[in-house]
Each structure stands twice: as structure tokens, then as C-alpha cells.
């Protein structure tokens, strides 16, 4: 249930304020030289304290790999590794400990488990992204041998598309105490046709799963996506016009993948995540009795999930691919 | 690949033109009284021919059950049931064998796999989804006992969402020799607290890689869906009024998830579908060398996906939701 | 838990006297020309009623495929098929319908499942490695592709381990109401090295997991099997004398296999069965409510579980071989 | 592949002289008070050098847990946890880095992956039993609960069978520069009726999968083992004596287990193991471009494996069970 692939697993761990979190990557082939570096730039790029959009919790986000590689290669072994939890204010969610934030886990885990680690958020924080973020990058560089880019951006914060437009969506909402929601698009290019299997296994189907895994993902769309449901068939449709390792088309209504198997064009993906639940203002909610209280956070929080999801998406899109790139070998004698 | 769950699972096979469609659900616990009527009566809601606006292949669809039945009830052991494919008209086809129909998945499937079995779509054929709805049905029963109902409508077609509207819009597509796009909504009710795992096993991961399966499926929302990319925090709160068996909040933004487990309240979904690809004009294509032709769809079509994919959404959200209530039952010692 | 194999996976269904058995092979790349002949034999090699020493029960056991053959090759979608249970003679069983059987899993099933389907054991019955059987026949032509071949025989009957010993103790169990155990030794010839996983998947524990599901099997061995536990390292020596495409050694006490990885040499395996728990003679037993009572098993039943045994024992060989080849697909870069 | 298990489930990592190796324990129930300590001593069990008949490499097997516990107890949440390795003489190998070493996996791992981490085995070594050990002590915590006991002896060493004997042998062995083979004896007392499952989820499909895994092994037998194979029915019967919770029975000859399910009686297996591979004396072998050489091994060594595999074969038994007994959860309405 913490695993996430079939041919390329990863397999995550960690509480918010545990002693580490991290995770195991089983399935990477050997003979793969690792760049470390690029790992520890793709946890940069997601860690809170490095951009004035995000939160100002300040982890070094080293990460230590414990196993899998040997004199700079992979060995075909797990890949296992530790970021540890240094900067971890467990006394902040004190008061927080018998209360029930609105719009996060504190209640279903209670409910589900009978107990939880409530200093953070536990395992339902999105700390626990990092890990996923250093995953993501030893996917990247596997995917990479095969041509495969993936690269996400923020499209949308709250009703802005425009670089400056959402920088000031950011602005109003944390001078206003408040939060505000966003989309990330996402497109891989470089795919093989060729990846995804067929019914349950469809590419889109795992794409999905990974995404809507990511905290505060709330939709996931491919190729026209929403907007399919509004269209013809005259309106949408993508005329093949080569074949050859790839098919052509004059446009990529499909992003990229007909029959849940990719064409050889451009993925294109949008998942949307909702506003960050926990507002810098006083709340109305109950504790774990049922009684009504006032929620006053402390702690540290981002006021849109989108900045630090972008590295998330392209993260859990590498594994992806990752998975059915293997997956792929597979489909003929 | 062709397997979904992993503690409820289903296992599809079958072809649009080969001898039978079907699958085996494996994990369905012993002692329910299995309504096989029930089951055929899913089949029916799906079945082509059986509503004017859908496509005029007529299949009887008969259900044949071939193990884990005893005297009515289940035993513990595998369920296998298969579809006979009875009016499968093969040589409807024949002039498509060699041609790429736009939108569909001819060209992914013959990259994949060096062949492909032409014959109305072959694996990729909607009618694939007659044994997924035999299963969900089967599921059906299952969470049943547990007070859990499912129930999916359309919502959208085209730019109607209006039953009205969508009826006109259907029939303005098919006048014109076209075909719509549109959007099933599904909410399930009775969910206990407590339903999907942390990270990669979220509820919401499950349900998303189980609708995008479905053909056609463009997007997959939850609760707020899209629209919470546009909203603020103070605009999009679950404000908690209860705590029992499950948690009670003001509003359902959240569509019954938080952190990937299920809050007890109805669970909100929403699938959005792309226009048919065949329309009932000749389209502009290349054959499997990539010269161009034109195709000139024969067979029979649907004008839009929207109304026999109610049944199939309602089918994976039955299967997903029997999958996370078995996966429950080993949250606590 | 009906599903054996992570890339090459065969989902079995079915029970003694159910309407089918059958399964699914889903995994097959595509292009495989299926000898759909060559699967007949097999399943009539272990059919009952050809060979004196075996039950009477007389099945045609003729399979029916129902997907994944197009033209008579594979296309890389799941293989379904189902075997007709014909000469089903539930009748025979109502006299033991509340008794349990010594050495049978009635007492287990109900315990486990609150209730079961007595005929002839239903699940447990040893007809359902009838579709084990066919999925073999269906691996064997997979794995044939790269030069392994699979072979089974009967190596000891009681204390016998000739073939004319081995006839004569089935001759003088059968002659006194009585029965007895036996033992099947397997050869996989022209493996390629580099079959098999580190720790978990290692080689000997799939071979080992999918002999251990057979009926009345009681041990796996590999290599020198047991007798390794009385030998000195100097006795055991496998000393290597050649690398090319495998390793080359003097001996082969390791069996094939080093470390969980094919070494490119035979793989000799050894599955000894205990006898047959149905006796043709009255014996003492409880009923379901505990209270003592006489079993005079009717039906139709086998002195010796080996010579029937011998096909499951390659099928399933087979079926585990075709598996690690896949696997090893993903092995490098 | 490094994963065990289907509802209880261990992912492992780790090499002879990496930074690390540890595991992922992922599906344990919330709610175990954990004790640490007793991780600790089962790790110790397993330690060289606490023993002196085991190899000198000192090693403290400090085992540190970054996830999944909070005040003591678990959370549902994935338990994972490193040990450090400390003494690892990487040097000691240079000489062995481009030879084969007899009886292990140098080839077959340089063959699979075209390179491999030569220091001490590698991810071959059985210094990766820790890990598992660690975790089976996890998973015996959570089987206790229920009332299961795993208790494992020596059970032979070379030809002895007796306490004295055994000491024996281990010492002409090691006298003598040569190395010694010996099995393992395990019961798994207080397992309730009803664990395991029909077909390829068999108790002993599953035990012996866990069993054949460990590094060393040729055999698995449960029950009667092979000597069954000599036996006849009347010999090996197991008579029905009472029914309750647990199936009883005058004699255990079926080792606990009818039809792949737990009768609820003992449950008993046997494992044998080759002699150590690596003796202290100079053997002849090839290097890696097939050249004879002579091999003369340094580092440190054990003469017989079995008695650091007591505490290895406990583990995968517990393992094996937690699994089994999640999976039970599952089986009625």
C-alpha cells in the first residue's frame, strides 16, 4: 500500500517529525550511472524555505543512500535511502493534539487506526513528498536513457493562468490569511509509443493514481481532459498523419495516448489541488470529543500547494513511466 | 496488468470478436447469497440495443458462472464467469483491417505488439466493459452488506446538463453524423470510515486509476474536482460538526476523502468522457505503410460514450470500494 | 492468492464439480504461434482413465480458448480458458457431504470459509491442476522460444526407484485397499544464466512455492536437496571450470542455481508426495459435529499421487521459468 | 522482488559492505505496543561472533527505526528501519574482486547484471539476514497477539543428529579447513485454524517460498517431508479425533496444514543447508575471464550455516504467518 509500480517499485516510509523518512526503489536495472547531485537538486527545488511562495519549515533535505549502487553505478539491487527529519517543531501541534483540523487527516486516521501521530500531520504530511521527490529523480535519470523528459510548471493559481497573474493570486491570499488552490501541467516528451498495457493497466489509469496519491490533488486530466465533455467528435479529432516508430497526428487531442497506450507524442497531463487547508487565521472545528473549539495554527504553512507540487508531479510522472518502460520489454517474444 | 485490486481482485479477459469476454474475481469472501439476477440485470443497463441512443449491436450478454458459487453462496474461492460474444460480425471490418481509425487505439496496439486483432477494436472494444460491469456487480453485493450503495448519472453532454439538453444535444450529434463528449457523475453512500491506505494506496488513487480504465475517460475530479484550483481556503471549508463512527462536517467539499481515507460521508466523483472517435463520416486517415485513405466506418457506433458508461463507472467504484473495505480489515490489531 | 507469477501471471479458478476450471495467462508477449495441440496432449497426459494406475474417472478435458489468440498467435492480451466438468457424479459424494474426510481438506475449508463445496473436494481437489496443467502447456511454448525444455518423471514410488519397483509397490498398494507416496524428479535443460532474483525472488523459492502448491506435495528440493545437510563443502564442490555465456562446473550439487540466479546449467528439482489420503478400505473419522463415524470412501480415486503428478510438476516448472525469463528482461540498462 | 508478502509485507535492502541494510515492514496493524528490545535480542541471536562456532566479523546490528511507531505503539503506518554496517574490511575482497568463488554467487550475479559489488557477497551475502531477522521479530510481536509461537532448532549438522553430535561435527570441520552442512527444525505453535489459501496462496507454497530464501538452503519439508515418499496410506494417517476451533487429529503426519490451510495443530517444516561454500583452504577456480586460478580465501567465515539460520528460518516463519493471518481476516462475510 506504500509501494507504488509493478516492474519498478517504489516503496516510501516517514512520519512528518519521525526520525527520517525515505523510501526503497526496487526494479531500477544496473549498469545505470547515478547522479547524485541531480537527486539532491530535485529535493532543493522541493523543499520549503528556498522560494518566498512556500513555507518557511527549513530542512536540509540531505538525502543518504544506503544500498543499490556500487562505485557509482546501479547493481540491479534496491536502491534504499534516508532524509532525515532535522528541523522538526513537534511542540507546535501540542495544542493541536486532540483537535481535528478542518480539511485534513487528523480525523480519518483517528478513525481508521484508533491512533496517530498527529505532530505534522504524521504520514499524511506533505513532508512525506520528499521522499517521492528523490524517488522521482533516480526515475528521471533511467527514463532519461530512453530520450524521456518530464517537465511540469504551474498553469493555474486560484483564477490566474498568467505568470504574474498567479504571483499575485499568491500575494492576496497570504496578506488575506487565507489560501488559495492551482493546477500543474505537466507534459513528458521523448516517450516511446508503446507504454501502457492494456484494460486496467492503461497509462492514463496509472498516471492518474500516481497524481491523485499526491497531497491536495483533487483532479487529474489528460490530452483535452474536462474539456472532452464539452466537444465533438469533429472538434476533436487527431488526424494520423505518419507512422513509424511513433504515430503522427495533426494534433494531440489524445495527449499522447490512444487505448491507454502512449503514440510516441508529447503526455500531456493537468492535475489541480485544492487550496491548503490550514488557514493563518482562526477555524471553528471539534476535537476528538466531538466538542466544538477554535483551531488557531501555528506551525508553518504554505498558502497554495502548487510552487512545491510541481517537483512532486514530475516525480511521480517519472516513476510512471519508469514502471511501464520495463513493463514494455515484455510485450513481445 | 489486466488484474485490479489487491486484496478484492478482478481479472478480465477478452476480445470484442473472439469466442468470449469474462473474468475471475478472486478474494470475494464465503457466505453471501450471490443474486445472479442482479448481475444480469447490470449486463442489461449496459447492454448495446437496449437504448435508442446507444449503438445496435445486439448481444444477449448472457452471464455464465463457472465456480465459487455453492448452493447460492460464495465459498471463498474464485469466481469466474465468461460472455459468450455472439454477434460478432467479423467481416464488418474486413476494410479496416489494414486502416488507422483516428482516435482509437489500432496504431498503439500494432506498435506494441507487432499485431493486433483488428475485429472491432479487439481488446481495446468497449465491449470489454460488459464483464467489468458482471464484476462491479458482483462487488456490488458485496459492499452492499456494508450499507455501501453506489449510483452514477449523467451529468453532462456536450454543453448540456440538463436532461433535457443532453437528450438534444445527443440527437443534434447524431443528425450531423457526429459524436459528443459528456460527463458521468457517481456518488457512493453508506461508506464507512476508515476506506483507503496512506500515500499510494489513497482512495482516491484507487478510484482514479479505476474510472480512467474505462474507455473514452479523459479526467477523473473528486469532491471539489477542478474547481478547487480556482478556489480559496476560507471558500472551500469542511468545517467539522461531528465525530463518531464517522466524521461529520458543514459541507462536502472534500467529497468524503481526507488524507485518502474515507471521512463517512458521500463520496463525490466525477468522470468526464471524450466524444466517440468512429462518427458516421468519412474521415481522413493513413493506412499501416502511412499512406494516406480515407476511412468510411461501417460497424455500429455510439454517438456518445456517456450513457453506457454509467453502469461501467458505477462497476469501478463498486470494485475499487470492495478492494478498500477488504484492505480495512487489517487496519487495527 | 489464485494468481501465481509477477510478470508472467496465471489466475486459476474452478472446483471438482462446478460447471468449469480454467484460468487466465495473462502476461504472454505477443507473436507466439500457440500449438493449441500440443496443450491437448498435455492435459490428456494427466487426464484420469489413460493409464491403469491412475482413477477412472473419465474427462475429455478439452479445452476452450476464449481470448488472446488472433490468426494463432498471441497478442499479447490474456489467454482465457475453461475446461468443462463432464463426468461429474456429485451423487457419489452425499454420503461424505457432512463426514470429514482424514487427510483431506474438508475439516480446513470449513473452518476457514464457514462453509465449503464437498463434491469431490471442490477447490482442493486435485482436478483443478487440470488448468494448471493447460497453463503450463501454454509456458512451455513461451519458454521453448529461448531453448528450455522441462522434464518431469516418477524417481521413487514408496521405497521403490526403479521403474519396475515403482510398478510394483502401485500394484501392491492397490491390491490391499491401501496407498502410497512417491516422489517426481524435474530437469530444466538449456536455461540461460541470470534467471531469478536476489533475497526474495530467488529462484529456488518461486520453483519452490509453485511445486509446494501442488496437492499432496510435502518437499521441494533443489541441487543436492537434503542430502546437502550431511556432506562436507569438500564433498559438495562445484569447482568452475568455464565462463562464457554460463558458468561451466565440474558438478552440478548446486543445482542450477547459485544465489537465487540460473548458473546456465540444469536445474534439477525433486518434490516428493505423500500418499494418497483416500483409501479404498473403511476408516474411522468425526463428522462435522465432532461425533465418530465410519468413512467408506466411494468416488473414484488414485493409489499414488505421482504419476499423475509428473505433468503438474512441469507445468508448474514451466509456468515459474516463463516468469524469471520476463523478469530477467528488466535486469540491465 | 526484494518484497515479501501480500498483506503483511517486507521490503528488504541492503549489501555485505554497503552504508546500510534495513527494510520496509509495510501493512502491520495500528496498535502494537513494539518492543524494541526484543528486535535487539533477536538480532543478537543472530550476530557473529556472539557464538563460537559462527565467523569473527563483529558487527553491533544496531538497529535503528525511522518510521511507523509514535509513543511506543504502531500506527498502521510503514515500519522501516537501518542497520549500519560498521565492520565491513572491504579490503579483505580486493584479491577476490575478478575470481569466482566457488559455490556462490559471483558469477551468476555478474552474468545477470554485467557487474556487481564483489565486497563480501554483496547483496548475496548472508550478512542480509540481519534485516530479515529484524523484521521477522517485528512480524513476531504482531503473531503473538494471536497466540503463535515460532520455535526453530538445529536440527543436523553433517551426519548428527544429536546435541553432542552436532558439536562434533562443526568441530572435525573446522579442524579440518572444510565446512559442514546440518537442517533446521521449526513449529509454529498456536496458529489458529484457517490460515493460508486455496491453490498458489498454500501455507506451505508461501512457507517454503519464505524458507528456500535464505541464503544456503536445498529443501523445504513440512509434515512428513520426504518421507512421505516412502510411506503408504495406512502408515501416515491422521485421524480425526475432534473438531472445535482447530481441526485435532491422534497424529500430526499432515505437519499442521490440510489442503494448504492451517488445521490449527503444529505446523512443522525442516530446512536443509549445504555446506558453507567459502573453506579455509586454497580451492581452485576461474577468474572472470574464464582463466583457472587459485582462490584462497581471507575475510571471515563461517564452518556451517545453521546456526546463524536458526534465528533467519524463526523469522521467515513469522513473517510468513503475520501474512497469513491478515489474509484470514479476509475470508468470510
Known amino acids: 500500500m506504500n509501494t507504488i509500480g509493478h516492474f519498478f517499485r517504489f516503496t516510501a516510509f516517514g512520519e512528518s517529525h519521525g526520525p527520517a523518512i525515505g523510501g526503497v526503489v526496487d526494479g531500477m536495472p544496473a549498469g545505470l550511472t547515478l547522479d547524485l547531485t541531480a537527486i539532491q ?25 544506503n544500498s543499490g549502487i556500487f562505485e557509482g553505478k ?8 534516508t532524509i532525515d527529519n532535522c528541523d522538526a517543531r513537534s511542540t507546535d501541534y501540542d495544542n493541536m493534539r ?7 487527516a487528523d480525523a ?23 521522499a517521492t521527490v528523490a524517488a522521482g529523480a533516480i526515475a528521471a535519470q533511467f527514463i532519461a536513457v530512453y530520450g524521456i523528459k518530464v517537465k511540469a510548471v504551474a ?9 504574474e497573474g498567479m504571483l499575485r493570486e499568491l500575494e492576496a491570499a497570504r496578506a488575506a490569511g487565507d489560501t488559495v488552490g492551482g493546477a500543474v501541467t505537466c507534459i513528458a516528451t521523448g516517450c516511446p509509443a508503446g507504454l501502457g498495457e492494456p484494460i486496467f493497466g492503461k497509462l492514463q489509469a496509472r498516471l492518474a493514481a500516481a497524481m491523485m496519491s499526491i497531497n491536495a490533488a483533487k483532479s487529474f486530466e489528460y490530452g483535452d481532459g474536462t474539456d472532452a465533455a464539452r466537444l465533438h467528435g469533429s472538434e476533436s479529432l487527431d488526424t494520423p498523419t505518419g507512422l513509424d516508430s511513433a504515430l503522427h497526428t495533426s494534433e494531440n487531442h489524445c495527449g499522447g495516448i490512444l487505448g491507454g497506450i502512449s503514440t510516441g507524442e508529447d503526455i500531456t497531463m493537468r492535475v489541480c489541488f485544492k487550496p491548503i487547508a490550514t488557514m493563518m487565521r482562526p477555524v471553528e472545528t471539534i476535537d476528538l470529543k466531538g466538542s466544538p473549539c477554535i483551531l488557531d495554527a501555528k506551525g508553518r504553512h504554505d498558502v497554495c500547494a502548487v510552487p ?24 513481445r517474444i
Open 108 to 130: 480519518t486516521y483517528t478513525l481508521k487506526y484508533g491512533l496517530r501521530d498527529h505532530r505534522g500531520g504524521g504520514r499524511a504530511s506533505a513532508r512525506t513528498t520528499a
Open 308 to 331: 512545491r507540487a510541481v517537483p512532486v508531479v514530475e516525480a511521480m510522472a517519472c516513476l510512471t513511466l519508469a514502471d511501464a518502460l520495463l513493463a514494455a520489454r515484455c510485450s
Open 155 to 163: 498553469s493555474q493559481i486560484g483564477r490566474a493562468t498568467t505568470p
Open 74 to 81: 546501479t547493481t540491479g539491487t534496491p536502491i534504499a535511502f
Open 41 to 65: 537538486e530535485a529535493l532543493d527545488r522541493r523543499r520549503p524555505g528556498t522560494d518566498p511562495r512556500t513555507s518557511t519549515r527549513r530542512e536540509p533535505d540531505r538525502i543518504k543512500i
Open 98 to 104: 486532540d483537535k481535528i483540523r478542518p480539511g485534513h
